[in-house]
Nanobody, 121 residues
């Protein structure tokens, strides 16, 4: 069982920045950040392989968000710059049991509780 805990969410104005952190009890080969707005499906924001190579960014966040890992501290990050009101969502970190990265929430096995990000215009 992998335990994940997010932190770093909050309220910011459009154009601002936040850095989300995900503390993991252990690494998995594929981990990622997802977000969900009430009433909508959970969508992949970014995924990363264990070696620190990003696998995927959603088109809506390319050039603004950066996923990274701090291996000694078992922490994954999501640096979010130039935030927009449409980035408002609950953000979750997730990990997979198997080695292949995917972009579908239902294929991820471990989840944190989520951290809320609210961007005001």
């Amino acid at each position: 069982q992998v335990h994940l805990m997010e932190s770093g969410g909050g309220s910011v104005q459009a154009g601002g920045s936040l850095r989300l952190s995900c503390a993991a009890s252990e690494w998995r080969n594929c981990m990622g950040w997802f977000r969900q707005v009430t009433g909508k499906e959970r969508e992949a924001v970014a995924t990363i392989y264990f070696g620190g190579i990003p696998d995927y960014y959603a088109d809506s966040v390319k050039g603004r968000f950066t996923i990274s890992q701090d291996h000694p501290n078992l922490t994954m990050y999501l640096q979010m710059n130039s935030l927009k009101p449409e980035d408002t969502a609950m953000y979750f970190c997730a990990a997979k049991r198997d080695v292949v990265c995917t972009r579908t929430a239902r294929t991820f096995d471990y989840w944190g509780q989520g951290t809320q990000v609210t961007v005001s215009s």
